[in-house]
Every structure is written in structure tokens, then in C-alpha cells.
């Protein structure tokens, strides 16, 4: 048997989705709220028949390596990987996947730099600088070895000289891993002189590495991270993840710092959900990320964040994947790390009693202008408007309105006149964005209803000419046709999964959406109604539709002055609005 489907028939997807998603049933199937969008209604379907899942919110949807992929953000042979090892498969080398040896080597080549690293911070003497600088930044032994902190020596090419002459790889692949930079016509070690800090993702496997320079002269930059590989991509990953994740988990929420020795610092005070994104501004994959794992999310980050405008860009990316978001006030100190050294049970009030995120944005703006003058009151109205604009909760965005309209000493409706304003150009923006990505029609969406209905408890039904006529979408009459052709014109027991492993591939993903969109239904006079509705409906499109060409023959008849046939197609239409006018009362 193929490896790959051997996997596949030894995984139950349920119990691999119960995992992450907390699943009900619904029917013959089950529904959850989807891991990959932010919703509140649930949306996310899963069919132990088809060994599927789809989201009818985001239209995401596969089988269990698509569900590993998008969840755990691996490509397809790492998911591979992942499932195999959970069911006991043993993989053979895999061949046809485009740069996976390439990004093997590399995972290699991180994983024996990262030992290296280690061990010369560890245990060699070429590590006694670092040992006593990290020793003066209070990070302690339990810390080093939960991080894999390690010490690249201050010389030339110690590593490149290690993995070429004693572990063999070649220097273009340890170039290819971000390790080394070639200048003239030699390599040299990117971090050299550094403390190291592996970068790593939930699973623990090492992408790259950034470094901080012990004496910081001036010279050169404090931190430097290493470049984008094949495996590493900027702004994907968050710092202490693979440490954190069981204890943000736990929790239910995640603490936000900006740099590694903020992340470490708050763990060695017992902040153990913490995790830090590198930078001020959560980037939309990070958000993602960090959405399987908690819902809520408190930022601890600079003291001069707020006024930061990719910083609050990354807020509204948060509430946009569903987060709730709090702010933490760090008062006097500069960052977390300071804090966690000077006052860690202040440390861990402030993050107890962290500010709603819309309350700090407001008093971070009046912080940064004097609301007593006309250019101060200007400047507020200017970024206040578009963050209340932005507030989907109509009873804190009145509250949030009354607090900003008593600070500047106006009335609420004039600030609610210029947060007007700003929602008129949201909503054109995003009407925009919807009329642009719209291409399903009224009709095909009703064909698929029924479609999904007829399917799930009417099969047989698609065999009758007078049911399978409604249909003029091109993927529902293809459906059909081969649903016709599988069964031979007797579809008496129809078993969805044998149906769907015949189909052709572009047909496959269509069939299992409508096989999921109505499978959690179980009231048969439910489903009868609407099968009856949506017929109807199609119904009256088609009688419009034939109105509407027979309006325009009409019209074109009268200018060429063909009485008669004026006459025979107005007696036509008549008939055809009593149609209308008929099934229009059978509706009501």
C-alpha cells in the first residue's frame, strides 16, 4: 500500500480535530468553531464518512494533511511526517516534492549549529564571556537549557570550520541555512561574538537564529537576526512558543513581550504563557498562529508601543482574528525585562489588571497631545475616530464616545459625526473589496442548497428528469451526471465515499462542500420543507428569467411593428406571470 495512504486510512480525523477544535454532532456529522478564522457562530464541519473537514466561513477544507498543514503551518511532507509518527507508520526517503531535501538539510544543519552553539556556551572556555554576561542579565541555568541558548565564539569561522571539517556539509548549504555570510573569497560566521538564541516553531524544530552582542559599543547592532530560508520566514514564528504553548494552553490566554530577553525574563518569574513577536507590530501570521492556542492576548510590550503605527495596526490585525485583547502598563519601567529584575509581583499585577485594549489606545492618545488647545483636540479627533470606528460592539462603542467627548469637552455627537465618517469610508472600502470578489450567483448558490439536501437524504431523487431540469450550474449538472453514471440510472445505496474516490480531482472538493453543508440536519420534515423551498425558488428564477427574455422579444417585436407576434408572446408572458403569481402563494 502507498505510505501516503496507508496514513490517511489508519487516522480518524474526528479525534485529530477533537484535539484542537472542541466538536459537537450535528447529524451525520460534526461542528465546531473553525481554528483558522475568528467566528462566534460555528461553521466548521467535519465528516467521518469522507474523512474530511470544511469551514463554510473561510472555505477551507481538505483532509487530515491539509487540516496538519493549515494548523500547524508545515508543508505537505512534514505533515506527512507529523501523522505518521502519531499512527505508527515508518516513512520511507520521499521523492517528488520540490525542495524538501533542500529544507531536510537545513533543519539538519540548525539542529548540529545549535549544538554547537550550546556546547561552546556550556562547556568551553571560548563561553566564559558569555556565561558571566548572561550571569549579570540574572538569566539562570534552568532558563539557558529551556531556551537552547547558546555562544557563537568571537573568531572568524569556528562553526564553519566545525560542520565543513567534521560534520561534512558543504559551505553553500551552510550559506543556504543563513549561518555564514561569503565576503571576498572566504566564509565567515554570521553571530560570531554573540549569545545565540534559537529560533524555533511550536514544534521545537530549529528555522534560524538571532544574536546579541555582549558588549554593546556602538559598533555594530545589538541583535541580529538571521536572513529568510527555505525554512525561516520573518514575522511567521513567535519566540518561546515551542516552550510556552502547553502553558498558554492552560491558561487560555497568551502574554505578548517584544524580545527574547523580555520572553525569558518573564519565564523565570513564573510568567510561563509568554512568547515574543520580535518587533512591536503582531503580524497577521503570528496572529493565526497564536489563535489555536488561546482567544485572549495581553501585550506587554515598550513603554513607547502606543504611538507606534504598525504597533496598532497589529492590534486590529488581533481583533480581526477574534482575539480579546488587554494592554499591560508597565509604569516607570522601559520593557517587561527591567520589570521582571525590579518588580516582578508589579509585573504580574500589571498584567492582571491590563487595560481593555480600547481603553489604552484612547489614553495613549491624550497622553501624546494636549486636549486644552485646537491643534491638540485636531490631532486627537484624527486618530481617535478611525480606532472607534473600528469597534464592532455598539455598546462600547458608545461608551467609548461619551468617555472621548467628555475629555475633549465636546458634545458625543459631534465625535459620533466624525466616527461617521470614517465608517462611510470603511464600508465603501469594504464594499469595494465584497463587489470584487463576488462570482456566485443567486441560482447556483440555491442549485447547491438543494443539490446538498438531495444528496445527503434524497439521492435516489437525482435520477428523475423532473428534479435533476432545475439544475444549470455547470458543477451541479456535473455532479449529477456522474452520480447517473456511477449508479447506472438505480441509485438505491448510495455510499458517499465510494462516490467521491471515482470522481475526477476538480470535482472532488465541490462534492464533499455540498456533502458537508447539510449533513447536520435530522428533522425529516425540516429537510422536505426546504428541499420543497429551494425547488420553488429555482423555480420562480427560471419563470423571471424566461419573463425577462420574453420582455425583450416584446419590446423588439413592437419597433418592427410584428403585431401578430406581439400578440402571441404577450399571451405567453401572461401565462407565465400566473405561474409566478402561483408559486409565489405556495410560498406563503
Aim: charged fraction near 30%; glycine fraction near 6%.
Amino acid at each position: 500500500m502507498d505510505q501516503i495512504e496507508e496514513v490517511k486510512r489508519k487516522i480518524d480525523i474526528v479525534e485529530l480535530i477533537s484535539e484542537s477544535v472542541e466538536l459537537k454532532r450535528a447529524g451525520r456529522n460534526f461542528k465546531g468553531i473553525c481554528p483558522f478564522h475568528g467566528e462566534k457562530t460555528p461553521s466548521f464541519m467535519v465528516t467521518p464518512e469522507l474523512q474530511i473537514f470544511k469551514c463554510f466561513g473561510c472555505g477551507l477544507g481538505g483532509d487530515c494533511f491539509r487540516y496538519v498543514q493549515e494548523f500547524e503551518k508545515v508543508d505537505f511532507p512534514q505533515a506527512l511526517k507529523i501523522l505518521a509518527d502519531r499512527v505508527g507508520v515508518k516513512l520511507k526517503p520521499l521523492k517528488g516534492f520540490t525542495g524538501y531535501e533542500e529544507r531536510e538539510e537545513i533543519y539538519r544543519i540548525n539542529y548540529t549549529a545549535g549544538e554547537f552553539y550550546k556546547y561552546v556556551l556550556n562547556t568551553h572556555k571560548a563561553g566564559e564571556k558569555a556565561r558571566v554576561y548572561l550571569k549579570q542579565r540574572k538569566v539562570d541555568a534552568e532558563a539557558i537549557k529551556a531556551f537552547g541558548l547558546g555562544y557563537s565564539p568571537d573568531q572568524p569561522s569556528a562553526l564553519v570550520d566545525y560542520l565543513t571539517k567534521k560534520r561534512g556539509y558543504s559551505p553553500k548549504v551552510i550559506e543556504n541555512a543563513g549561518l555564514v555570510v561569503f565576503r571576498g573569497s572566504q566564509y565567515f560566521d554570521r553571530f560570531r561574538g554573540r549569545v545565540i538564541f534559537p529560533l524555533k516553531d511550536h514544534l521545537g524544530n530549529v528555522l534560524a537564529f538571532a544574536g546579541r552582542v555582549i558588549e554593546d559599543r556602538g559598533e555594530v547592532a545589538k541583535y541580529i537576526n538571521g536572513p529568510d530560508t527555505q525554512v525561516y520566514k520573518k514575522g511567521r514564528t513567535l519566540y518561546g512558543l515551542d516552550v510556552a504553548r502547553s502553558e498558554i494552553k492552560k491558561a487560555g490566554r497568551a502574554i505578548i513581550v517584544e524580545g527574547e530577553l523580555d520572553c525569558i525574563s518573564c519565564w523565570q518569574v513564573g510568567i510561563k504563557n509568554v512568547v515574543a513577536i520580535k518587533g512591536s507590530a503582531l503580524t497577521e501570521d503570528q496572529a493565526s498562529l497564536l489563535f489555536r492556542f488561546c482567544s485572549e492576548v495581553v501585550l506587554a510590550l515598550d513603554s513607547d508601543f502606543a504611538g507606534d503605527a504598525a504597533a496598532r495596526r497589529g492590534l486590529e490585525t488581533m481583533r480581526a482574528q477574534g482575539f480579546s485583547v488587554k494592554v499591560a502598563v508597565l509604569g516607570e519601567y522601559k520593557d517587561p525585562d527591567e520589570m521582571a529584575d525590579k518588580d516582578p509581583e508589579g509585573l504580574k499585577k500589571a498584567l492582571e489588571n491590563a487595560e481593555e485594549v480600547h481603553d489604552f489606545l484612547i489614553n495613549s492618545v491624550f497622553k501624546r497631545y494636549d486636549a486644552e488647545t485646537t491643534e491638540g483636540k485636531s490631532k486627537i479627533s484624527r486618530e481617535i475616530a478611525p480606532i472607534l470606528a473600528l469597534i464592532e460592539d455598539e455598546i462600547i462603542k458608545s461608551h467609548c464616545v461619551k468617555i472621548v467627548a467628555q475629555r475633549l469637552q465636546v458634545p458625543e455627537e459631534a465625535v459620533l459625526s466624525q466616527v461617521a465618517k470614517r465608517e462611510v469610508k470603511q464600508a465603501a472600502v469594504q464594499y469595494s473589496q465584497e463587489k470584487s470578489s463576488e462570482v456566485r450567483t443567486g441560482r447556483v448558490i440555491t442549485e447547491e442548497h438543494l443539490l446538498s439536501l438531495l444528496l445527503n437524504f434524497s439521492p435516489s431523487t437525482l435520477q428523475e428528469e423532473d428534479t435533476t431540469a432545475v439544475f444549470q450550474s455547470p458543477g451541479a449538472k456535473r455532479i449529477i451526471k456522474e452520480l447517473q453514471n456511477q449508479y447506472n440510472g438505480k441509485i438505491e445505496n448510495f455510499d458517499p465515499v465510494a462516490f467521491a474516490k471515482k470522481l475526477p480531482d476538480e470535482l472532488v472538493d465541490l462534492f464533499a462542500s455540498l456533502f458537508l453543508a447539510s449533513g447536520e440536519h435530522n428533522d425529516p420534515e425540516f429537510v422536505k420543507k426546504e428541499i420543497e423551498s429551494a425547488k420553488r425558488n429555482l423555480a420562480v428564477m427560471q419563470i423571471k428569467e424566461e419573463i425577462e427574455k420574453l420582455t425583450f422579444k416584446i419590446r423588439e417585436f413592437e419597433s418592427q411593428g410584428k403585431q401578430e407576434e406581439v400578440v402571441s408572446f404577450e399571451e405567453k408572458l401572461t401565462e407565465l406571470s400566473r405561474q409566478l403569481t402561483k408559486l409565489r402563494s405556495e410560498s406563503l
